[in-house]
């Protein structure tokens, strides 16, 4: 723990365009941390300040039991899209491979670390523990800089709110990879203008 301490602390100190980001983005069956399972994975890296789209991973994630399906709305992945895909073990290898050395960014951590973190967890691997870019968080701090006098709970929430109070144009939401690159645009934008130079900048 110490020794990841100190990676995290140096990654921190470095240049933010100079480390791999990974923009990451779950789709699951349900917001119950305890109920809910990853249904859908999309990442995508930012290097040297530049989304490699042709870089990203996205995959739907096979169900090894039940499911609770109240996100169906939101998504709409069902139950008989997930019999060819990947179990969960061979998404997380994928995933852990990918953020060895690199810094994760999600958009509204409190929502997909816990589920990242139990998959970790259920596949039998360790949690990398990577330095983390809440696009949320960001989005917070940039509204809290504009409108000194605005409450932080003003600032927008949602990812495709947060894109529109910033100017961005509006995507395809609730599907993993969109949303993966959707948040790695509007990291690209809130590091501008919050004049980020090192990754802990951003942290």
Sequence with gaps: MIRAGRRRRGIAQRPWG???????????SGLDRAAGRIMAVGMVPLR??????????????????????????AHHILPDQLTAAP???????????????????????????????RAFGDAGRP??????????????RHERHRLAAEPVEAAPGGLAAARAALG?????AH?????????????????????????????
């Design 18 to 28: 100079g480390v791999d980001c990974w923009a990451l983005d779950l789709e699951m």
């Design 48 to 73: 040297d300040r530049v989304i490699r789209v042709g870089e990203g991973f996205a995959t739907l994630v096979r169900a090894d039991g039940p499911l609770d399906m109240s996100g169906v709305a």
């Design 87 to 117: 179990f969960l073990d061979e998404v997380v290898a994928e995933i852990d491979r990918r953020l060895d050395g690199s810094v994760l960014v999600v958009h509204a951590a409190e929502i997909d670390l816990p589920f990242l973190r």
């Design 127 to 140: 949690w990398p523990d990577p330095p983390v870019i809440d696009t949320l968080r960001l989005v917070r």
């Design 168 to 172: 961005l144009p509006s995507h395809e």
């Design 175 to 203: 599907d993993a990879f969109a949303d993966a690159v959707a948040s790695a645009e509007l990291l690209l934008v809130l590091a501008h203008r919050l004049g980020a130079r090192t990754v802990g900048d951003l942290l």
